[in-house]
């Protein structure tokens, strides 16, 4: 489609109507933050809102949706993601996605402020996080910006955790994330996390969900995707621990999931200490200037090794992930960390 192709695109309008979950102009509104409810929103709006999809509001994109800044009349900031309905494929992928925003609210999932859907395009409009991705903060290069204290990093896998914990167990019908990874959790001001993106989610399995076929979406991302997964093909929860695992060693090392420079995989980069904690000070993120709690740092290692075993059944489930951390990180406030 050329939405995908350039980035001069309109929106295509089935019509002008107003329908809305909240009624009336979004101007009459007041602080769209304060609203319970979400928004049906109009393609007038959204096109107002991004200034005409310009070009300088694009802040992200991918294999068939791209993000968009959006201002509210009261200058609240707002993430719109456009996506292609052009195939029956993109069009599940849409309404799966919207189903899911639709049950879920948390502190550290990113806040769904509703949709326009006009047939052709679906259109997700989120609350805007200011700090981008752990993707950028750890791997992002030197680029002048104070890297992530142990501190933020050991809140940030708490958060985390949280997150998942709500999902997995706290919804009132249990949800896989299924692509847990750096790229996928944004951070706000203070560097608290908020988890992103559930095109790849499934909702309502209690343990599994069905092997993937052929007009299935695979889950996970290359270096985050648990192998028992793609030996099976049998989803879980315990996929997303798997990917929480990787994340564990990402904060602790700085180093990606799956390199950038030469593919290699850091479960493998990290086999000598998962194997042995002790030696984990041979891969304390540099950047750290030596700023890190030794014991917290073995005591993450040895959780990311019981969240990467091999066994599904074997790895920890989401509330215990957050009770050994309650119990082995003691250098920080947890909920809500501030730099």
């Not at 049998?234 to 180093?255: P, R, W």
């Amino acid at each position: 489609m050329a939405l995908f192709k350039c980035l001069g695109f309109k929106l295509r309008r089935r019509g002008k109507g107003t329908d809305a979950r909240v009624t009336g102009d979004l101007e009459e509104n007041g602080d769209l933050k304060k609203l319970g409810v979400k928004r049906l929103f109009t393609c007038d709006e959204v096109e107002k809102f991004t200034m005409n999809l310009s070009r300088s509001r694009l802040i992200a994109y991918g294999g068939f949706s791209m993000v968009y800044l959006a201002q509210f009349p009261d200058s609240m900031l707002a993430a719109v993601k456009i996506m292609d309905l052009s195939s029956e494929r993109f069009q599940r992928v849409y309404k799966q996605e919207l189903d899911i925003l639709l049950q879920i609210q948390h502190e550290n999932i990113v806040k769904f402020l509703g949709n326009c859907d006009n047939g052709e395009e679906g259109m997700l409009v989120f609350e805007y996080v200011p700090n981008g991705t752990l993707q950028e903060k750890l791997h992002g290069g030197v680029d002048g910006r104070k890297s992530l204290s142990w501190r933020n990093r050991m809140a940030i896998a708490f958060q985390l955790a949280k997150a998942i914990e709500y999902l997995h167990d706290k919804c009132p019908l249990p949800i896989v994330h299924g692509d847990i990874k750096a790229s996928n959790i944004l951070l706000d001001k203070k560097y608290n996390s908020k988890l992103c993106d559930f095109g790849s989610a499934k909702m309502g399995f209690s343990s599994t969900i069905l092997p993937p076929s052929a007009n299935r979406m695979m889950l996970g991302s290359p270096g985050y995707t648990d192998p028992h997964y793609l030996r099976t093909g049998i989803a879980s929860k315990k996929n997303d621990i798997y990917s929480y695992g990787i994340i564990v060693l990402e904060l602790i090392s700085g180093f990606e999931a799956l390199s950038s420079d030469n593919g290699e995989r850091l479960i493998s980069k990290a086999g000598t200490i998962l194997r042995d904690s002790s030696k984990v000070i041979e891969m304390v993120d540099s950047k750290l200037n030596g700023a890190y709690n030794l014991e917290e740092a073995k005591a993450m290692v040895s959780l990311a090794g019981f969240c990467l075993g091999d066994s599904p059944s074997l790895r920890p489930s989401a509330s215990e992930i957050l009770d050994t951390i309650t119990s082995k990180i003691s250098s920080m406030a947890i909920n809500s960390v501030q730099v």
